[in-house]
């Protein structure tokens, strides 16, 4: 029916499929476990269950809201218009102010309580985040 050319061809084709499908999935099935959604207070508020997942909350720290225990550091982050209350255990970074802007990645307790794992601060004056600023500006 057909030629020995054309039936190495067909096979040769759907072999770089085959290997072009597999790749993309296992791509894809490696970085959905280092995937970390970015929230604003006001989205984490109007969740209808909390996932248990890792996830980032960016804001405003809010004035007058750092607590500096012997080893915690307790703060708000404000998006102006909703606020979640953070916990974190470690050294907070040089630029970590209050009304600064700033990422706390970490897992969330309850609409109103986050436990954070990292904090990530601006690099400086003019620098926001374009998750932050794209979350203020929709309040």
Known sequence: MYGRKVKLR???VVLILITLILTTFLILKSLEENVVYFQSPSEIKS???????KIRVGGMVKKNSISINSNEVIFIITDFKNEINVIYSGAVPNLFAEGKGVVAEGFLRDRNFFS???ILAKHDE????PEVKEALGEN
């Open 47 to 53: 969740l209808s269950e909390i996932d248990k997942s």
């Open 126 to 129: 003019n620098y926001m985040p």
């Open 116 to 118: 954070a794992t990292k």
């Open 10 to 12: 067909f096979l040769f």
